[in-house]
Nanobody, 121 residues
Framework: QVQLVESGGGLVQPGGSLRLSCAAS????????MGWYSQAPGKQRELVAT???????NYADSVKGRFTISRDNAKNTVYLQMNSLNPEDTAVYYC???????????????WGQGTQVTVSS
């Protein structure tokens, strides 16, 4: 089991920046692939960025060049640095941890409770 707690959301003006954090506990953080997902009102949850246990990153086209995902295994924390924010980035941002399990022969997924990001003037 993995417990995930996000923080760092809030209200920011267009063009501004925020850094989200996701603190993990309950298991060996370094073996998990981590990700950030967003869900805007009335829309499905969608991928923002992921980082594997080995450090390989992947981004949605809409955030490439603006957002950076990183992880600190010593602190059991994954970050999402968000720059040049625009109103379309407004959403609840969720942290995800996942890994393959031989026991269940599939991926185990864990989610945080989400943190609200609002971009508005």
């Amino acid at each position: 089991q993995v417990q995930l707690v996000e923080s760092g959301g809030g209200l920011v003006q267009p063009g501004g920046s925020l850094r989200l954090s996701c603190a993990a506990s309950g298991s060996i953080f370094s073996i998990y692939d981590m990700g950030w997902y967003s869900q805007a009102p009335g829309k499905q949850r969608e991928l923002v960025a992921t980082i594997t246990s080995g450090g390989t990153t992947n981004y949605a086209d809409s955030v490439k060049g603006r957002f950076t995902i990183s992880r600190d295994n010593a602190k059991n924390t994954v970050y999402l640095q968000m720059n040049s924010l625009n109103p379309e980035d407004t959403a609840v941002y969720y942290c995800n941890a996942n890994r393959y399990s031989n026991k269940v022969r599939g991926r185990l997924n864990y989610w945080g409770q989400g943190t609200q990001v609002t971009v508005s003037s």
